[in-house]
């Protein structure tokens, strides 16, 4: 097969060809329901080596090298950024352990896979095992939304994946280091006393870094709308000055400053982190393309039965094993230990990082080093493949599964909100009522509705509360500042199309009225708090109905015409709230939940089937 024949690209248009790739494999693979990751691969192969519209070392020349660079540091400090060690401190044993025993002995078993399996050398061996142990929070997050894990594993899986991103990259530049030292070193003393100096420089430099802009930040020395560009600069100055010290240590300065300002406490912590989420998008995405769009067919044609072979011994040997050491003798339960073993995805992290360091390892002349892209791409596309399409069902044969349903969160505890619990679990729809009042929550545990008790926004309900059981969010609390806060908030969580409010009192009048950015999208008629819980005390009830071919949506509003739509259950499981706007599909076999005017035979005898709310 021939590559086909290409003039190339001008640097600017092959810049807006890998944006484009990128974010819209990203956009693509939401709309899809499929792994973002392997729709990248198959953009940046179909325009690298199997069409040669793009060719990543020609277009960009040697711009290129400095870009990818440039690119996996920032990749790197988002991943110190996410490093809050107060939340580790929170997390359970079962966390600990992993981060702790199973990130070094799965550094160790990772190594011997490449070494004794995929036949590398050591050197490529020790620095792309390093690597390994990144499992990825980017791939993982869907997956446990899909899965919808209970608790403890999934906080198990998350916890592991966010960690153990910038350890897995720091575990491969300390590993790249001490290579490097070696081939360029003349003694064994040298390489030593080269190596520590680069290590020492970068600790300095990252602490520094890390500390002068968490104390310009909090002293107000930088404005706020200066202050994500004085961090990326100041980023950008630490990699370079750290690099120019000792060749790749820029890596471990960033990630170390990354940490640094992740435990400082800074207020504006939410909006740098939301800049370096958005930014790790689209550097992701377009490392992503480049790496696979500058892969070669002779490359793609060392992909021979050993790397089968390499990607079986990982999957069954590599990653379980250093798992189940980790978590033995520990309170994770054998079905825990069991998921948790067998799921490790590997991400666009791997890919990226083990692109740069293969190049790197080449350039010292260590030649079988350019396997370790090729190999990445495969143990990516075949553990995000394999995890994607066999994590529900394993978490269900090992009954780890909280719902296979769509679950509403519910802000506020009033009766109110307790009718509509009801509800939706007579749906047969996972449901939570969080209240930072104790009290508000006594109607909601009568009714054995789950609660929790706390502010939604705390650290404790980040750890405590398993938001991935669910998929909608409606702020219904008495206090419209504090609906408004968590709904905007959490909306990028969420989804802002999955974040409702309760009407503010104020809302009609031009005076108090908000933009469309903060708040959450209206729900039911769009009453107040009032307004909805007095519908309550005027003998209102919450009611589900079945649609069928014979009983349809136009039979339905025919007999209710006073009723308002809250909520319709798709025959395929597909929740939708609604609001005063909306209209719902309707199709047979669905159900709607309405709140309507009580039927006056029903009020001294309610039937199973209708949820009524307590008289006024």
């Known amino acids: 097969m021939a590559v086909a024949e290409t003039a190339g690209l001008s640097p600017v248009l092959a810049f807006s060809l890998v944006g484009a790739l990128g974010v819209g494999s990203q956009w693509l693979a939401w709309r899809l329901k499929l792994p973002a ?27 290129l090298k400095p870009m990818i660079a440039i690119a996996v540091a920032i990749i790197l400090f988002e991943g110190g950024l996410t490093l809050n060690f107060h939340s580790l401190r929170d997390a359970a044993v079962g966390v600990r352990r992993l981060i702790f025993v199973g990130a070094p002995l799965g550094w160790a078993a990772s190594t011997a896979a490449l070494y004794f399996v995929a036949g590398l050398s050591i050197e490529a061996s020790a620095v792309f095992g390093g690597i390994m142990i990144v499992t990825g929070p980017t791939v993982i997050a869907p997956l446990l939304r899909q899965a919808k894990l209970q608790k403890r594993p999934a906080q ?30 003349t003694s064994v003393g040298e390489a030593v006393q080269t190596l520590a100096i680069g290590i020492v420089v970068a600790t300095i430099l990252g602490v520094a870094g890390g500390w002068g802009i968490s104390r310009a930040f909090r002293l107000a020395y930088v404005p706020e709308y200066m202050k994500v560009p004085v961090l990326f600069v100041a980023l950008l100055a630490v990699f370079a000055l750290s690099d120019s010290v000792l060749h790749e240590s820029g ?31 689209l550097l992701v995405s377009g490392v992503f393309i480049l790496l696979a769009a500058g892969m070669s067919l002779e490359t793609l044609a060392t992909l021979d039965w050993t790397v089968l072979v390499f990607v079986l011994a990982v999957i069954l040997l590599a990653r379980p094993l250093p798992v189940l050491a980790s978590l033995a003798f520990s309170n ?56 994607g399409f066999t994590l529900t069902p394993l978490a269900a044969a090992l009954g780890l ?11 506020g505890g009033s009766r109110w909100s307790v009718a509509l619990a009801e509800a939706l679990k007579k749906m047969e729809l996972p449901v939570i009522i969080a209240d930072p009042n104790h009290a508000h929550l006594r109607a909601a545990r009568d009714a054995n509705i789950e ?49 409702f409010q309760l009407k503010r009192v104020r809302q009609s009048s031009s005076r108090h009225a908000l933009p469309s950015t903060l708040g959450g999208r209206p729900f039911g008629a769009d009453d107040t708090y009032f307004e909805a819980n007095a519908r309550l005390a005027e003998s209102c009830e919450f009611r589900v109905t079945n649609l069928t071919e014979q009983f349809t949506i136009d039979d339905w509003r025919t007999q209710n015409p006073d009723a308002v739509l809250l909520a319709e259950l798709g025959p395929n499981g597909t929740l939708r709230l609604l609001g005063p ?22 009020k001294d005898n309610p039937d199973p089937d209708t949820l009524k709310s307590a008289q006024g």
């Open 251 to 281: 890596l471990l300065a960033v990630t170390i400053m990354g940490i640094w300002i992740a435990n400082a406490d800074l207020p504006s912590y939410v909006e740098l982190r939301r800049f370096k989420e958005h930014a790790t998008v």
């Open 332 to 387: 994770v339960t054998w079905r825990e230990r069991l998921l948790v073993a067998f799921t490790g995805p590997r991400g666009v992290v791997l890919v990226a990082v083990a692109g740069l360091f293969g190049e790197r390892l080449v350039e010292l002349g260590i030649q079988d080093a350019d396997r370790i892209a090729p190999l990445a791409f495969a143990l990516v596309a075949a553990t995000v493949v394999l995890h």
């Open 156 to 185: 198990l899986l998350q916890w592991e994946a966010i960690v153990n991103d910038p350890v897995g990259a720091l575990a491969a530049v300390l590993a790249f280091e001490v290579v490097i030292v070696m081939q360029t070193a």
């Open 401 to 411: 599964t909280a719902s296979n349903k769509p679950g509403v969160l519910i802000l």
């Open 581 to 602: 706007e909306d209209t719902p599909k309707a199709s047979p076999g669905a159900k709607l939940l309405a709140m309507m005017t009580a039927r006056p035979e029903r």
């Open 451 to 499: 609660t929790f008790f706390g502010d939604i926004l705390s650290e404790a309900a980040e750890n405590r509360l398993n938001t991935v059981a669910y998929e909608k969010l409606i702020c219904a609390s008495d206090n419209d500042a504090y609906n408004t806060l968590v709904a905007t908030d959490l909306a990028p969580e969420f989804g802002r199309e999955n974040v």
């Open 37 to 63: 990751i392997v729709l990248m691969l198959v953009a940046g192969l179909i325009v690298g080596p199997f069409l040669g519209v793009l060719d990543p070392s020609e277009d960009f020349g040697d711009m």
